[in-house]
Structure formats: C-alpha cells, structure tokens
C-alpha cells in the first residue's frame, strides 16, 4: 500500500492569490493524479502529474490556472493560481503503485476562497 | 472516453438491510472496476473491486457483480450497519498501461440505526 500525505489539509486565502499543495508518498509509484470534490460531488480529474514533464491536463483545466510538478516518483504539487470564489473545493493526491492497481489517495486540502 | 453512471444518488435503509448500487459504463475495452467508500471529511479507500475476467466477488458483508454485455456493474452490501454510512464512487478504466479510472458521481448510503 502507499500512504500519501498532503498539506496543507486546509487554508482560507483571498481572491487572487495562489497557493500551492503538496503530495508526498511513502513509496515509488507510477503515476500520481489531481483530483477536485467540489461539496457533496464526485471526484474530477484535474491532471495527472508527470515525472519530470509536463502535466498532462483533462479538459476544463489549464497550466497556467494550475501549475503542477513532480520532479521525482514520490513528490508532487499543485498550484491554484489567480484564485477566485469559484475555486474553493477539496483538492485530492492520488497515487496508482502499479498500472490497473489500487488508487490511494490524500486526505484531502480543503481550499476557501473569500 | 469512457463514461460512469451510477445510481441512486441517496440510499436511505434501517439496519440490517441490504443496500445495492448499480453502475454503468460506455467503453467496453474498460477491464477493471473499483469501488471507493468515503467517510465524512475522509479520503475514499477501495473497499472491493472485480475485474473483467470474472463475474462476482465476494469479501464478507460486500459483493460486486458485473455484467460485461450490458456494461453494469453493482455492488451489494448485506447486513448493513451504521458504520457503512458512507459515500460510495464505481469506477472504471483500462488497466494497464494509462491508468485514468473514471468515477461514478457517487452514492450517499445512509443505514439508520
């Protein structure tokens, strides 16, 4: 199994400002992932972060509105840039150990924006 | 890409009985299905998942069925009890290679004691 860790677990920040989570996991694995849970929702796939590369964004996310890193297989962050109301969500880590296993994820950062 | 529907939303049952939910899915190269339970103010955790190479699985008050001709999927939870009170997510994906599961919109499971 992985444990991954996140922080912070939770900040309020103003509009327009940014912040940056991190993920670190305890182990090697091969693919980490951004997710978003808006209240109440379901989990959507904001990029999946790639080692020493460009994230690779889904549709509705940006680089510039969301710059991620991972330049190593145990560390990741995520950036909420130019942040507005809107962005106040759950921001999730998630790890995969091995392509088609287990997703294991973060506890969680809980972002609002006043 | 692949596209997750699952229902109900709210599942309300007294405890004891049996709570199903059920999801579909459109890509039928998907091979791997897990299912995630999520606590208030919790990470989700696989609670069970199935492969596409089997038709149920079982782990103690928990089973997973899947029907690969009709592309659904169901997980069964018997002898409910307050502590499952939980939100549940079906996903599916590809294994192998790019893992991107796609999740469900999640099941609200209440058991009243």
């Known amino acids: 199994s992985a444990v991954i860790s996140q922080k912070p677990s939770r900040d309020i920040c103003q509009r327009g400002t940014s912040l940056t989570i991190q993920c670190q996991v305890d182990?090697?694995?091969?693919?980490m992932f951004w997710y978003r849970q808006q209240p109440g929702q379901s989990l959507t796939l904001i990029a999946t972060a790639n080692q020493g590369s460009e994230a690779t964004y889904e549709s509705g996310f940006v680089i510039d509105k969301f710059p991620i890193s991972r330049p190593n297989l145990t560390f990741s962050t995520l950036t909420v840039s130019n942040m507005s109301p809107e962005d106040s969500s759950i921001y999730l880590c998630?790890?995969?150990?091995?392509?088609?296993?287990?997703?294991?994820f973060g506890e969680g950062s809980r972002l609002t924006v006043l | 890409g692949e596209n997750v529907e699952q229902h109900p939303s709210t599942l309300s049952v007294q405890e004891g009985d049996s709570a199903v939910i059920k999801c579909t899915y459109s890509?039928?190269?998907?091979?791997?299905f897990p299912w995630y339970k999520q606590e208030l103010g919790k990470r989700p955790q696989l609670i069970i998942d199935?492969?596409?190479?089997?038709g149920e699985k079982k782990d103690q008050r928990i089973a997973v069925t899947l029907n690969k001709t009709a592309k659904h999927f169901s997980l069964h939870i018997t002898e409910t009890q307050p502590e499952d009170s939980a939100v549940y997510f079906c996903?599916?994906?590809?294994?192998?290679?790019?893992?991107?599961?796609?999740f469900g919109r999640g099941t609200s499971l209440i058991v009243h004691p």
């Open positions: 199935i492969r596409s190479n089997v």
């Open positions: 996903a599916a994906n590809l294994s192998g290679g790019s893992y991107i599961p796609t």
């Open positions: 890509d039928s190269a998907s091979n791997y």
């Open positions: 182990s090697q694995v091969t693919m």
């Open positions: 998630s790890a995969v150990q091995r392509s088609g296993g287990e997703l294991f």
